[in-house]
Structures are given as structure tokens and as C-alpha cells.
């Protein structure tokens, strides 16, 4: 049962071999074996699990229930989850119990898809590492003396690990694919506006986008059809006809042309990571791909626009956090003035603050033409890099990330060195556009390395339909680590 995909659990499922509630009763054994070891979970509530598995069940039953009625999935603690601690991996929402679901647990709740437990992450989503949650480091199953990548970090490693056949994250700058990629599975973050960010408590709304994390592409794809979907309720929610994003999945490659873009292969791109691309590379030519260089000339801009652009709308967003309306209140004050400042100086971390800082000062007067608006001219010029380089080509190929997992601490106390390990996913969300992860390969410590895929608007069941003819003729992705 354990490290199967939500394909195959969904036909156990409906070939009655199985029911939800035992599915997610052999998933909380699990859970309670190792996460302590992990971290990868905030919270885990057996008995609300159990209940929403035996609705899952009652529907089933019915008749009336769509394919993946009862495949547990857990869920990314940004995601407001009604009756469930909701804490965005801050002390500020320690206590916040949801009393409403997002749009998107909303989907699953729908098609009838029960909670595992809510996923560790870092703080607000500000890192790579998944060390600035207010919980503690999540460790990389693959290797515990690592980070599994983040801010998704808890559920790219509640997937590696088998704790959960699947799980939801959220990509602001990377956050999707470069867990994904660092603990070895699948993940993809849809182009702007096809996922509802309701009840996706906000870090960067202009770049923030909910996606699938699960072990195929092919899983991925069925997690989609359920998250994406227009919703009034999200002003940025685009009104599109739905989409099955499996109907591509078993078309041959012939013909399709991927985009190398030079840029993503000079001199940062050293060593095993360098050379499972372009083992990839090759796999590509043989499905019928041909490849053809493209540039994208303004994407090394890319870090230093975003860090500028995300702390600005972090700086704004973060201001509800007050003390007043919920979350955490410092204990002790004088006026109102002093309860904001103490509140607000004990409940963030260092990283947060960092941010609010970064972003406060960039939107202040007479800075504002300096840099917000200069960052906001980088980001048209990014996304018009993009669309050039989509008039050669279907898709653009390269690496997911620069390395592959670093070592607990090794970065922490260097946030540059942090900030450059999204060098290759950063220009994607200031393009808004889709990208997916997927396992390519080893570096020589056995360490899971990522390949990152980029579409055009849109086209994320093209995307699916290249990484799962990839998977169908490699078995990296079916790779799991040692001890789980
Ligand atoms: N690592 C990036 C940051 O720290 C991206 C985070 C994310 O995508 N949420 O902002």
C-alpha cells in the first residue's frame, strides 16, 4: 500500500479492496512511526481524519463518487482548514483554529478526498529550507541531516517518506519545485490564476499559487482537475472553461520541441546536477523531442526583482497580523501602540522580519521609483523573455534547482546564499507562468535531483503529457528512500 501512487490506490479503492477508513488508519500508523523523526507534520488529528474518511466511504457507497473519493491527502498549514489549527509555520497563528476552509480544501473536501494531517512549512512560506517554521526544521528523508527544500517542505517530505500518497503546497518563488526537487518527487505550480488562492493565507498575492505535490505526474494532473477552478471569492481567479489535465498524458513526443534556454546552462550548473539534465536531454531526443536553444536574457535579474516585488506585498499582507483580530497577543502591554509592537516583535521570526522590512523600505517614499517600480519593469521584461523564447519552442527544460538538499544550517545564517537556491524557478512566478519538477536522477551522496519544466500560459496538460511520457521510460521518480 505504502508508496503507491493516488492512481493506484483510487482503483483499490473502487475495486473495493480497500476503504478509506483503513487507508488512512495504515497512513496515521505511519505517521505516528515517523514524523516524529521528520517533523514533516505541524498537526495530526487521528479522529477528524477518521471522520472524513468515513464520509469518503458513505459516498463510495452512494454511487454518486467521482475517482478519487477516499485517497487521503495532507494538506500545506497555509491552507485555512475549517475546525483545523491553522498556522502558516508562525508563532502569530499558534492558537488560530480555521472557521473556514479555503477554495481549495474546499475541492478536495468535495470530491470526498480526507485530510492527513497539516504539513510544516516555513514561516509564512519565506525560505528554501523549511527551517524558519516556528515548529522547527523539517529533515530530508533521503538524508535527516538535511533540509528537504521548502517553504513546502513538509509536504515534499511527508510524500518521500510514504506518510502521505500525496499533498497540497504553494509556490511563491519556488516552493513547489524545489522541495519536490530536493526530496526526490513531483510537483507543479499552474500558471497564475487557475488555482483560488481563498483561504491561502497570502505572502506574495501576486506570485502565490497553490499546486500538487505526489509522486507522478500522472497523480499530479488528477490533483489538478481537483484544485483548479474559478472562484469568485479570489479577485485573481481566472474564468476559464474547466480542463481535464489528463487528456494528454498518453501522447507520444514526436515532434515536440523543448527550449534549452543558455542562461540555465553556464557556469552555475555544475557537476551530477549538470549531467542528469542532460542525461534527461537525451531521453527527450529518444522519445521524438528535439531540442533548440533559447534565451532568456533578464532572467538572471530575476532574484533581485522578487526580492523587492515579495517583501513589498509581504509587508502589506503581513499587517493584518496585529494582535487584535487573531492569532497570537503578547501577553503583557501598556497602550495599544505597545501591544502592536510587542505582539508583532514576539509572534514573527527573524526571516519575516527581514521581509517586512525589505518591504516596507521599498514602498516608502522616494524609494518607491528606485526600486518597486524598477522591480515591476524587470518582471514585464521577464515575461516577455518568456513569450519570445515560447515562438522556438513547446516547452523550456532545465534544472529545478542549483543543488541538490544542503545540510541542516548550512545556509541559515547566509540568506543571499538561501535566496539563490531559487534561481531557476524565481522568473516563472513573476511571468506567472506553469512549471513542474521532476526526479531526474542521483547526485554521488544519493541525493534526489530535480528537472524543472516551464509552459507557456496554460498549458499544463502539455507539461503533464512531457513529464509523464518521461516517467513512463525512467523509473527515478519510483525511487524512494531507504528506512520508510
Ligand atoms: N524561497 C523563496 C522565498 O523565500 C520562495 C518561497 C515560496 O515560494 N513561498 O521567498
Same mark, same amino acid.
Given at each position: 500500500m505504502i508508496q503507491q501512487t493516488i492512481k493506484q490506490i483510487a482503483d483499490l479503492l473502487a475495486g473495493g479492496k480497500i476503504s478509506s477508513v483503513e487507508l488512512c488508519q495504515d497512513y496515521l500508523v505511519r505517521i505516528a512511526a515517523h514524523n516524529p523523526g521528520l517533523n514533516a507534520f505541524i498537526t495530526v488529528d487521528a479522529e477528524r481524519t477518521l471522520a472524513e474518511a468515513r464520509v469518503a466511504?458513505?459516498?463510495?457507497?452512494? *454511487?454518486?463518487a467521482g475517482p478519487l473519493a477516499g485517497v487521503p491527502i495532507a494538506h500545506k498549514d497555509i491552507f485555512c482548514a475549517e475546525g483545523w489549527l491553522t498556522t502558516c509555520g508562525s508563532k502569530m497563528l499558534h492558537n488560530f483554529v480555521s472557521p473556514y476552509d479555503a477554495h481549495v480544501i474546499e475541492q478536495f473536501k468535495k470530491t470526498g478526498m480526507p485530510c492527513l494531517g497539516k504539513t510544516n512549512m516555513d514561516e509564512f512560506a519565506m525560505g528554501s529550507s523549511n527551517e524558519t517554521s516556528y515548529y522547527g526544521a523539517v529533515k530530508n528523508p533521503w538524508d535527516t541531516a538535511r533540509v528537504p527544500g521548502g517553504s513546502s517542505g513538509g509536504s515534499a517530505a511527508c510524500v518521500a517518506a510514504g506518510l502521505a500518497p500525496a499533498a497540497t503546497g504553494t509556490d511563491t518563488g519556488g516552493s513547489i519545485r524545489q522541495p519536490a526537487a530536493l526530496c526526490g518527487i513531483t510537483g507543479l505550480k499552474p500558471t497564475y490564476g487557475v488555482v483560488s488562492r481563498y483561504g491561502m493565507i497570502a505572502f506574495a498575492s501576486s506570485l502565490d499559487q497553490g499546486g500538487p505535490m505526489a509522486r507522478t505526474a500522472e497523480d499530479c494532473a488528477l490533483l489538478l482537475n481537483v484544485m483548479a477552478g474559478f472562484d469568485t471569492r479570489d479577485s485573481t481567479s481566472l474564468e476559464r472553461e474547466k480542463e481535464d489535465y489528463t487528456r494528454d498524458l498518453a501522447k507520444p513526443l514526436a515532434g515536440l520541441r523543448i527550449g534549452l534556454p543558455k542562461e540555465f546552462f553556464g557556469e552555475g550548473l555544475t557537476g551530477d546536477t549538470a549531467t542528469a539534465v542532460q542525461v534527461a536531454? !537525451?531521453?527527450?531526443?529518444?522519445? *521524438?523531442?528535439?531540442?533548440? !536553444?533559447?534565451?532568456l536574457p533578464n532572467s538572471g535579474l530575476s532574484v533581485a526583482a522578487y526580492y523587492v516585488i515579495a517583501p513589498a506585498e509581504a509587508s502589506s499582507n503581513l499587517s493584518r497580523f496585529d494582535g487584535v483580530r487573531y492569532g497570537y497577543r503578547t501577553p503583557d502591554y501598556g497602550d495599544l501602540t505597545d501591544m502592536y509592537e510587542k505582539t508583532r516583535a514576539e509572534g514573527f521570526g527573524a526571516e519575516v522580519k527581514r521581509r517586512i522590512m525589505i518591504g516596507a523600505y521599498v514602498l516608502s517614499h522616494g524609494y518607491y521609483d528606485a526600486y518597486y517600480i524598477q522591480a515591476q519593469k524587470l518582471r514585464r521584461l521577464i515575461a516577455q523573455d518568456f513569450a519570445e523564447a515560447y515562438k522556438a519552442c513547446d516547452v523550456i527544460l532545465g534544472p529545478?534547482?542549483?543543488?541538490?538538499?544542503?545540510?541542516? *544550517? !548550512?545556509?541559515a545564517d547566509d540568506p543571499v546564499q538561501m535566496y539563490l537556491s531559487d534561481i531557476y524557478t524565481i522568473a516563472v512566478n513573476l511571468a506567472g507562468l506553469p512549471g513542474m519538477s521532476l526526479p531526474c536522477g542521483f547526485d554521488g551522496q544519493g541525493l534526489p535531483i530535480g528537472l524543472q519544466l516551464i509552459g507557456d500560459y496554460f498549458s499544463e496538460a502539455r507539461m503533464l503529457n512531457v513529464a509523464h511520457q518521461y516517467q513512463l521510460a525512467t523509473d527515478w521518480h519510483q525511487r524512494t528512500p531507504g528506512g520508510f
Open positions: 466511504d458513505a459516498l463510495r457507497a452512494s *454511487g454518486k536531454i !537525451e531521453q527527450f531526443r529518444k522519445l *521524438g523531442a528535439t531540442t533548440v !536553444e533559447v534565451s529545478t534547482a542549483p543543488t541538490t538538499a544542503f545540510k541542516l *544550517g !548550512e545556509k
